[in-house]
């Protein structure tokens, strides 16, 4: 017998609604059966979505040093629970193999990247900014057009103090928020 998509999903649907009244199968049971075996010796601790100015409040469950969920905080005034798909994969930040930790370097005109320390990469930064800054130098306006600076969401109000302070001391007015771009 043949069966197009729509009616092997209809078929699907009927089986299992069949299944669940008929045996009595207590779906809203087996859920919170499942998450309270989930998060079994967890300990759970308030947090905040660091993705978005946003600032949505979670829950997050931790069982051994290991991030074991993570879930809208329903008393938390800005998202009341929910969470948009990027704070809902927020845990996928931590222990991400892929994730980057070491500068890394690609040489002008150069196709490879390399490891440098954490020294030699901020070394490099600033004296790019300051070669830049003395070769762009408006003394007009005692400023230069050749530098700004992008903030970001992961940046907390310190920071942004910091950041802003600092381009504004080396003589900038392109001060950005990536959320504006
Ligand atoms: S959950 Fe989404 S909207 Fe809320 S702070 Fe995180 S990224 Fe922003």
């Not at 309270?36 to 600032?55: M, R």
């Not at 979670?58 to 069982?63: G, L, S, T």
């Not at 302070?165 to 990536?178: A, M, P, V």
């Amino acid at each position: 017998m043949d069966f197009s998509r729509r009616q092997f999903l209809k078929l699907s649907v009927s089986t299992v609604a069949v299944l669940s009244t008929g045996l009595h199968f207590d779906t809203g049971k087996a859920k919170a059966t499942g998450y309270t075996l989930k998060l079994h010796d967890a300990t759970e601790y308030p947090s905040i979505c660091h993705f978005c100015s946003g600032g949505c409040g979670v829950i997050v469950h931790v069982r051994e040093g290991n991030l074991v969920n993570v879930e809208g905080d329903p008393d938390h005034p800005t998202n009341k629970g929910t969470l948009c798909p990027k704070g809902a994969a927020l845990g996928q930040v931590r222990g991400n193999t892929r994730r980057i930790t070491k500068p890394l370097y690609r040489a002008p005109g150069g196709k490879d990247w390399q490891e440098i320390s954490w020294e030699t990469a901020v070394d490099k930064i600033a004296r790019k900014i300051k070669e830049v800054r003395d070769t762009t130098w408006l003394p007009a306006t005692n400023s230069t057009n050749a530098i700004g600076l992008l903030g970001s969401a992961e940046l907390d109000n310190e920071e942004c103090y910091l950041m802003t302070k600092f381009i504004r001391t080396i003589g900038s007015n392109y001060n950005e928020h990536q959320a504006r771009v």
